[in-house]
């Protein structure tokens, strides 16, 4: 009979003569269980992910950078060649260009998410999308740099403003440049990119990923023709559309109509469309050399030797004359290192017929014989016809965008303008507040409402003694401590960590549109009680002192918490920072701000009647609650202790008793906890869909509660069960009051980049 030592014998420190997994291996507790709720992806990116500490003072290094000197530098840079991978037409602007836009341009307005603000396109799944092709060669290029400049000069900050000079090396004035970017640490296992899965270890050509099959309804041209929320990208794997035209029809005009949803879904107008497009097709050429099937993997499945690099090409020394990168092959105009008209002037000028590129892809080429040519970007002396994508024709032959070009084409310096400015927009879309720019060359206008402008404090500001006597005006005016909370949360509730928009400072919650939005109606009755207290302050006060509606609804919210602590038997000073002020509809992009208005809002215990229809059973309100808390930039005990306030606070939507499960609404108290916990009570379903739920008192089968999903998740997920039980505990209350009171603090000051970056 063996003992244990037989069993070990020669074989420490295994045990056995098979390694199996090791972790991380698959299966995951993601592949048994598909359909959980991953709260766990709240805390991606966390501080132990970053090397640089929480500590880290990137502003202050970014500023001590001299601008002017790295960006000679950079420019210095852009115009010598490395063997290793030469640049076309010995100028590496237009690659660069692409770098940035490609980085740029995955922002979408529904959720604020993509964008250059964190340098995702190091990352999978971005740095692998069959449209990011070669531009792992482009950051590598520019490493040199990084290295120079370290943590001074964020990833995403360089990308960018390598764009900015490629551009200005080839004679375009750019609009501006702002720094202020950090870079994540990891890559993003969360976002939505599409519902389109390809198993790319089996797939005979890694193009096969660009795949559009389930996020369309319709078909191109029928009036119901729709791409899925919150899509920007018409394809799984590319950017902004496929240049061959939808399901490379070769149609412009369908290909028109899959521009102007995807650059809309990106936050742009039509104008802004024809401008990008344009102006960023006046450089460089498109490569298509080699058939997609011979390009060897992306990055992110790339043998080890190939040290992260992808889209290893067989052909020849794999670039120069022979790079692949979208398949199509060519330049727009016979000038692609200069600024000027060409592009449009070519366009417009010839009549353009469809060809193949040497990889098989649809392109198209004038049918004058005497047209311009371009030449060669590695050969000299050599030169080949001018090219256009089907999706540079969509701008010819579509009745919306054609007398756009038409002014451009009539007008170059307004053109010039329209893109410099269209380029800073797209560059800069998701960076927020103007207090989180830096630098020398930062454009701040308010006639750029892209930036949620908000004027700037121009008085003395309410001092500790004000603010104490503004609250308790406030709650001696009669406005409940539930609708005060309500109120200020509703304010505040719609910031958005992807793209810093949104949040309670402005007090946008009293213009249009979210004043008009079914989910913020209770508080505006609150707002216009307010209003008539700052007011009377703002006329009895001396010395030019005022008090800003957006300062008093987030104060009410302050004081009511405290009340409300208080009425438990614990005594808090909740934190208020005055210097919030009221913007204006002219200074409001209305139609903007309505993509900020939400679906679901769990906090507030909110599912849109129209939830079933457009989501057509593919989502759960839970899973939706959750992307809320990842936009306000929660942790999962944030979010449990944040919910479980608002609720003992009465702060529903509809001031409804749904998920308030407390005897004591408007107390402090962690009630909501010991409920989701307790055995004491049986759950039961009131609907067939399991939206609604009662409560019963176990033995005498009373009810007691009513709830929804939005509130059981918080028992029956297990990590946030786990969380609750630590609140639902003897010694949990006092935890929960102090726990709530910051994380309201972090909501309330979340937009607030005056005071903080």
């Avoid at 400049?149 to 750019?174: H, K, Q, R």
Wanted: glycine fraction near 10%; aromatic fraction near 10%.
């Amino acid at each position: 009979m063996e003992d244990y030592k037989d069993v070990l014998a020669g074989k420490c420190p295994f045990g056995g003569d098979r390694l199996g997994g090791a972790f991380g291996s698959k299966p995951t507790l993601q592949d048994w269980y598909p359909n959980r709720l991953r709260v766990e992806q709240l805390h991606r990116n966390g501080p132990c992910a970053n090397p640089l500490g929480e500590d880290f003072d990137y502003k202050a290094a970014f500023e001590a950078i001299d601008l002017q000197a790295l960006k000679a530098e950079i420019k210095q840079f852009l115009q010598t060649s490395v063997s290793w991978w030469p640049s076309d037409y010995g100028n590496y602007g237009p690659q660069m260009i692409r770098m940035a836009w490609h980085a740029a341009g995955t922002y979408r307005i529904a959720d604020g998410r993509g964008g250059a603000g964190e340098a995702m396109q190091r990352f999978a799944p971005i740095d692998s999308w069959w449209d990011n092709g070669n531009t792992d060669k482009s950051r590598r290029l520019i490493w040199p740099i990084k290295q120079k400049y370290g943590d001074a000069l964020s990833w995403g900050d360089l990308m960018v403003l390598v764009g900015n000079c490629a551009l200005e090396i080839m004679n375009f004035p750019t609009y501006g440049y702002a720094g202020g970017r950090h870079d994540a640490w990891e890559a993003d296992d969360a976002t939505y990119w599409g519902p389109e899965y390809v198993n790319m270890s089996t797939v005979e050509s890694f193009d096969k990923m660009t795949d559009r099959s389930k996020r369309w309804r319709g078909e191109n041209g029928d009036a119901d023709y729709d791409l899925e929320q919150p899509l920007a990208a018409t394809n799984q794997a590319i950017i902004y559309v496929d240049p061959e035209g939808p399901n490379k029809s070769g149609d412009p005009l369908e290909s028109a109509r899959d521009i102007r949803i995807a650059f809309t879904r990106m936050a742009m107008n039509d104008e802004e469309t024809v401008a990008l497009i344009a102006g960023g097709h006046a450089f460089g050429k498109s490569h298509g050399m080699v058939a997609p099937d011979r390009i060897g993997a992306p990055p992110e499945m790339a043998p080890i030797e190939q040290m992260g690099l992808g889209w290893h090409n067989p052909q020849g020394q794999g670039n120069a004359e022979n790079t692949m990168t979208n398949g199509i092959e060519g330049s727009w105009t016979p000038n692609p290192t200069t600024w000027d008209n060409s592009y449009l002037e070519n366009l417009f000028k010839y009549e353009w017929q469809q060809t193949k590129s040497p990889a098989g892809a649809l392109q198209w080429t004038p049918k004058d014989p005497d047209a311009p040519r371009t030449p060669d970007a590695h050969v000299p002396g050599k030169t080949h016809p001018l090219m256009m994508m089907t999706s540079d024709i969509a701008l010819k032959d579509d009745p919306v965008y054609r007398p756009i070009c038409e002014r451009f084409l009539a007008d170059f310096d307004y053109f010039t303008l329209q893109f410099s400015k269209a380029w800073y927009k797209l560059t800069h879309r998701d960076m927020g507040p103007k207090e989180r720019y830096l630098g020398e060359e930062r454009t701040i206008e308010d006639d750029l409402l892209w930036q949620d402008p908000i004027p700037p404090v121009d008085h003395p500001l309410i001092d500790a003694g004000d603010i104490e006597r503004l609250k308790q005006a406030i709650l001696g005016s009669g406005v409940s401590v539930s609708d005060l909370v309500f109120t200020a949360f509703s304010a505040a509730s719609t910031y958005r960590d992807t793209d810093k928009r949104g949040g309670a400072n402005g007090a946008r919650i009293a213009l249009a549109p979210q004043k008009d939005w079914a989910v913020n109606q209770r508080a505006m009755p609150v707002i216009e009680r307010l209003r008539a207290i700052g007011d009377d302050f703002n006329a009895k006060a001396t010395g030019g002192k005022r008090v800003s509606l957006a300062d008093l609804i987030v104060l009410g919210g302050c004081a009511a918490v405290e009340r409300a602590a208080a009425d438990g038997g614990h005594a808090v000073e909740v934190p208020f920072t005055p210097g919030r002020m009221d913007t204006t509809d002219d200074r409001t992009d209305a139609d903007s701000f309505e993509w900020l208005r939400p679906m679901v809002d769990g906090f507030r215990n909110y599912v849109d009647d129209r939830f079933e229809d457009v989501t057509g059973g593919k989502l759960a309100p839970e899973q939706m609650f959750l992307d809320r808390a990842n936009l306000l930039g929660l942790s999962a005990p944030e979010w449990a202790v944040l919910t479980a306030g608002l609720r003992t606070l009465g702060a529903n939507w509809d001031g409804s008793d749904t998920g308030v499960l407390t005897d004591r609404v408007g107390t402090l108290s962690n009630d909501f906890f010991t409920v989701v916990t307790s055995m004491d009570y049986d759950w039961s379903k009131t609907d067939e869909a399991g939206h609604g739920f009662v409560l019963r008192d176990r033995n005498s089968g009373e009810q007691r509660y009513t709830a929804s999903r939005l509130d059981l998740i918080f028992g029956a997920n297990s990590q946030l069960r786990a969380i609750s039980e630590v609140y639902a505990a003897s010694t949990g209350e006092a935890r929960f009051v102090r726990d709530f009171v910051r994380v309201w603090n972090k909501v309330m000051m979340a937009d607030r980049y005056d005071t903080h970056q």
